[in-house]
């Protein structure tokens, strides 16, 4: 019977040629295919680090930003007081009565937008 020829032997595979059955180059073989599959495996790893730790960051800054949203709201309202207050302290000030066309060119309130 030829090698190879038994149709019950699922398991046998003919050799490729110039290589033996448990030759260096079957060895060299399955350590390239077990390093690659390591390697394989890091990098998924490293990519699910990564992808935690930008998810992390995200949420990070959506608080930070909240918080930034949160003052400049106080800040503006604070304002908007401050310059109702000065309005109406304006007309009872003597010192500014000399003074009111200078203030009026230079005191404003910045506008933000939300």
Known sequence: MAQGSDSNDTSYKSPSPGSRPGSSDDVKKVMRREKNR?????????QTQKADSLHLESEN??????????????????????????????????????????????????????
């Open 38 to 46: 390591i390697a394989a495996q890091k990098s998924r790893m490293r």
């Open 61 to 114: 800054l959506e608080k930070e930003n909240a918080a930034l949203r949160k003052e400049v709201k106080q800040l503006t309202e604070e304002a908007k007081y401050l310059s109702s207050v000065l309005s109406s302290h304006e007309p009872l000030c003597t010192a500014l009565a000399h003074h009111s066309n200078y203030h009026h060119q230079h005191i404003t309130v910045p506008h933000y937008q939300h």
